[in-house]
């Protein structure tokens, strides 16, 4: 089967900028994640998507961050505007329901860079 | 809260020498446990889980881990490294209802 899909892999913005990430995860899946790996740390969630609802987003930074996933298939994460801080990988990973029991699949990320 | 410690921030070992990577958590219910490793610029890939069956799990690349209760700790192991594992990798711990909560990660190297 097809793997997680993520594009751009690399990105490099001024702070201030807007950017936006794509992620189409694997066909039947129904949960897609959003997380944020910071150099040196494991990833973080931002948010979780059963199908086209928001199953949890406590650790997104709404100020700054949006995500959306209108028809319950591939995803797009927004930045705007962009800080220093936000210099990471996004990583995508989907599993078959909202209990990821069997574990999830990620995708290979797109790197930040915002200079 | 569920929490993961993985002891050990880089471990370094020569290849054909056996491989051990910490890794405690902190959970109040049954744990789902999971380990994944991360190559340089690739994503992260599912070595083995543990989800309540039986407690020595192998994975893939002849990696295995055991859960131990008493100790609330789930360490991974190989017996003889190879040159194709050096490698960040993390421990993950779920309980049924909430997310994965990642380690720090451990940075494995092996030496030739």
């Known amino acids: 089967e097809a793997g997680v899909a993520q594009s751009p892999r690399y990105k490099i913005i001024e702070k201030r900028q807007s950017v936006a990430f794509w992620c189409n995860p694997i066909?039947?899946?129904?949960?897609l994640y959003w997380y944020q790996q910071i150099l040196g740390q494991g990833p973080k969630l931002l948010i979780q998507?059963?199908?086209?609802?928001?199953?949890?987003d406590s650790q997104l930074p709404k100020d700054r961050f949006s995500a959306e996933r209108l028809k319950g298939v591939d995803s797009t994460l927004k930045i705007q505007p962009a800080k220093l801080e936000d210099s990471a990988v996004y990583l995508c990973a989907s599993s078959l329901d909202e209990t990821g029991y069997q574990g999830y699949t990620f995708g290979s990320g797109t790197r930040l860079t915002v200079v | 809260a569920q929490s993961v410690t993985q002891l050990d921030s880089h471990v370094s070992v020569s290849e054909g020498t056996p491989v051990l990577l910490r890794c405690n958590y902190s959970?109040?219910?049954?744990?789902?446990l999971f380990w994944y490793v991360q190559h340089p610029n690739k994503g992260l890939q599912l070595l083995l889980k543990?989800?309540?069956?039986?407690?020595l799990v192998k994975g893939i690349n002849g990696f295995e881990a055991e859960f131990k209760k008493s100790e609330t700790s789930f360490h991974l192991t190989k017996p003889s490294a190879h040159m194709s594992d050096a490698a960040e990798y993390f421990c993950?711990?779920?309980?049924?209802?909430?997310?994965?909560?990642f380690g720090p990660g451990t940075r494995l190297s092996v030496l030739p």
């Open positions: 066909s039947g899946h129904a949960t």
């Open positions: 998507f059963q199908n086209n609802g928001v199953v949890d």
């Open positions: 993950v711990v779920r309980i049924y209802g909430q997310n994965f909560v």
């Open positions: 543990y989800t309540s069956a039986a407690t």
């Open positions: 959970s109040s219910y049954s744990p789902s």
